[in-house]
């Protein structure tokens, strides 16, 4: 594919000069066609028994996004209070909310208890907390279903090497703390990693869940977590995550379980990335260009403390060249390594790219950066965190968060 941006009309017709001179670089740039798309396939994932999905806001909390995904009819994950709280200030009733808890505090668990949110915990201790806090009280366990699945060591979350969930053979200590504080374990949830293309390591490991699943008696839902990929090579035209086929094999796993265990409780996934991904473009400015040692460096405002996923997992984005407005042909390409403006050598956007060969004052377009992008911005270097605006489906540009200013880096601080 020579362009995305070209392709699905990304700005629909918004000239890019205009919306970074309005709002700034770097700017997070959404497309709300995209956003709701994604976010209503992943509603229909399964149709047949009853189902919800659940946004996992983790990989992205702007209000804009989440009353999206309340309008698309999703349910959403919790990782923290705070995303409890966001949840519940965009609109989110207490029972459309699950918190998917690890090693939290009382104080974190009492929320959620005082606010009637389901709460899933992550190991025998934290139930025995939930016991002590809410005797005769309703929960649900995460169980590591054996298998792992993921784009990077530091993301899979199942199988042998993980910090996440209760393994098989605990669960009759799970049903020991449950009689001990007359608990009704309502659910079990599992996740097994983030970005798979591939559905069959996720397909293992629902077979295998099911399995377990099958342990428990008079289940109201059973959760399989999310992490379905996104291509971030659409350049090179690597294909969307085979969502249809996917659906099909899923769906006849869920048709044997109901069969043996008598009826179908409630099922859920909780997917991120796929609903937020790839509404996302992030733009930033050339700065500088040079040559090091034989290397192109293109300097940008694209530090890691505005996308951290290139540094922090060697993540790919595929960058697209913006100039007079227009998208830069990708017919002739020069290897060129594309850096941020923080004081780390770490702190790369793209290493040995091919790219259109840039110059300063390029527009460096970040695909993909709607996951765990502004979610995981810090202010490093005391640069102050960016916007983010939203294309919306009538065309028009809505600011939907402001840029931050010096004075919010000063705000905790007696000065
Ligand atoms: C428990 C849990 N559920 C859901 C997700 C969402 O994963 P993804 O964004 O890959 O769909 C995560 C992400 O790590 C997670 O930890």
């Not at 939930?130 to 054996?146: D, E």
């Not at 899923?250 to 265990?261: H, M, S, T």
């Not at 290897?335 to 790369?348: A, F, H």
Request: charge should be negative; proline fraction near 3%.
């Amino acid at each position: 594919m020579n362009s995305f941006i070209e392709k699905v009309d990304f700005f629909k017709g918004n000239s890019v000069e205009s919306i970074v001179k309005e709002y700034g670089t770097p700017l997070y740039v959404y497309n709300e066609d995209i956003l709701r798309d994604r976010m209503h396939n992943v509603s229909q994932i399964i149709t047949k028994y009853e189902f919800h999905s659940n946004y996992s806001i983790k990989a992205n909390t702007n209000f804009t996004i989440l009353k999206t995904a309340l309008s698309e009819g999703l349910y959403a994950d919790a990782m923290s209070t705070g995303e409890m709280m966001m949840l519940l200030k965009a609109g989110f009733p207490a029972e459309k909310i699950f918190f998917v808890s690890n090693n939290v505090g009382a104080d974190e668990l009492q929320f959620a208890i005082d606010n009637n949110i389901m709460v899933s915990l992550d190991s025998l201790s934290q139930l025995e907390l939930f016991g002590s806090l809410n005797k005769g009280g309703k929960c649900a366990v995460r169980i590591n279903p054996g298998v792992g699945a993921g784009h990077h060591e530091k993301v899979v979350t199942a199988g042998k090497k993980t910090k996440f969930a209760v393994a098989e053979e605990d669960i009759d200590k799970i049903f020991e703390i449950a009689d001990k504080y007359d608990l009704k374990i309502a659910g079990i949830n599992q996740h097994v990693g983030s970005l798979f293309m591939d559905p069959e390591p996720f397909l293992q490991a629902v077979k295998n869940f099911l399995r377990i699943a099958k342990k428990f008696e008079n289940l109201e839902f059973i959760d399989f977590g999310g992490g379905y990929g996104i291509p971030y090579h659409k350049l090179d035209d690597e294909q969307d995550f085979p969502m249809e086929s996917f659906k099909a094999e899923f769906e006849k796993l869920i048709d044997e379980f109901v069969a043996e265990y008598g009826y179908a409780p409630l099922f859920k996934t909780e997917p991120g990335r796929y609903c937020v991904a790839e509404s996302c473009v992030l733009l930033g400015r050339v700065h500088s260009t040079k040559q090091n040692s034989g290397v192109k460096y293109v300097g940008t405002d694209v530090g890691m403390n505005v996308l951290v996923r290139p540094s922090m997992y060697d993540s790919w984005h595929d960058i697209e060249i913006i100039r007079d407005d227009k998208v830069v042909s990708r017919d002739n390409l020069v290897e060129q390594t594309v850096t941020g403006n923080i004081c780390e050598s770490g702190d790369l956007l793209a290493k040995n790219r091919m790219l259109p060969e840039s110059k300063v004052g390029d527009i460096a377009a970040v695909l993909d950066a709607g996951a765990y992008g502004y979610a995981m911005c810090s202010s490093y270097n005391s640069r102050p965190r960016p916007a983010e605006v939203m294309i919306c489906s009538d065309g028009s540009v809505k600011l939907i968060r402001r840029r931050e200013t010096f004075d919010d880096l000063f705000r905790l601080f007696e000065v």
